[in-house]
Every structure is written in C-alpha cells, then in structure tokens.
C-alpha cells in the first residue's frame, strides 16, 4: 500500500494550489482520508479530513479558503486551497485508514510528504 502525494509549490500570497495524493497497491477498502501538514518547528497538524461517505472537517485556520474532495472509484483525495496565506507554507502529507487485501483491519497509511511554499 503508497500513497502518493503531489502539487505541492511556490505560489504567491492570495493565490491558489491543488493537492492530489493517490492510494495503490492491493487495497481492500478505504475508509477516512485526511491532510495534514508540518511547518518548520512545529507539530504535525490536521488540516481537513473526509469520510468515505463524503463528510469533511476543517482546521478552522483553513475554513472557507480549502476544500477536501475524494473520488472513492479512483482512491484519490485531493485538497483545494485558495487565498494561501504565508502561514500556509508547510509539508503537507496525505493520510488514509486503509484495509489492505486479504486482512480484515483497517491502519493508518501515510503518504511522503509534499512542500507548499506561499511567499511574494
């Protein structure tokens, strides 16, 4: 099982950037998928999570401006981030709990990592 992350970049203040992260491998289900993100010095944060069914929740620095989407047929989530603000600039991971095939428990997988830069 990967996960795969990507789209991260430089982008200027008030400007937008798409994250995808792609789940492979022999995968039985996929239940949460979420985004998290470090920033240098700090802790690991939740910054949105979905459900299976679709139900999403924000960090509520991020409300309003970042949108998390997923498409179950393809085991990707992707994250949507407008008005990106300096403070936004982070390593942004992917997370999914993830059923492997051929087990009947569900763990947490973790994607690499990828950096979103906002500066001027």
Same mark, same amino acid.
């Given at each position: ?11 200027q203040?008030?400007?937008?950037l798409?994250?995808?992260? &792609? ?9 949460? =998928?979420?985004?998290?993100? &470090? ?6 944060? @939740?910054?949105? $999570?979905? $459900? ?14 970042? $949108? ?6 393809k ?5 949507? =981030?407008? +008005?990106?603000?300096?403070?936004? +600039? ?8 993830? &059923?492997? @095939? ?11 990592? $990828? ?6």
């Open positions: 099982v990967q996960l795969q992350a990507s789209g991260g970049g430089l982008v203040p008030g400007g937008s798409t994250l995808s992260c &792609q789940v492979s491998g022999n995968i039985g289900s996929v239940n949460s =998928m979420a985004w998290y993100r &470090q920033a240098p010095g700090k802790q690991r944060d @939740m910054v949105a $999570t979905i $459900t299976r069914g679709g139900n999403t929740n924000y960090a509520d620095s991020v409300k309003g401006r970042f $949108t998390i989407s997923r498409d179950n047929a085991r990707q989530v992707a994250l949507q =981030m407008d +008005t990106l603000k300096p403070e936004d +600039t982070a390593v942004y991971y992917c997370k999914a709990e993830i &059923q492997p @095939m051929y087990t009947y428990t569900f763990r947490e997988y973790w994607g690499q990592g $990828t950096l979103v830069t906002v500066s001027s």
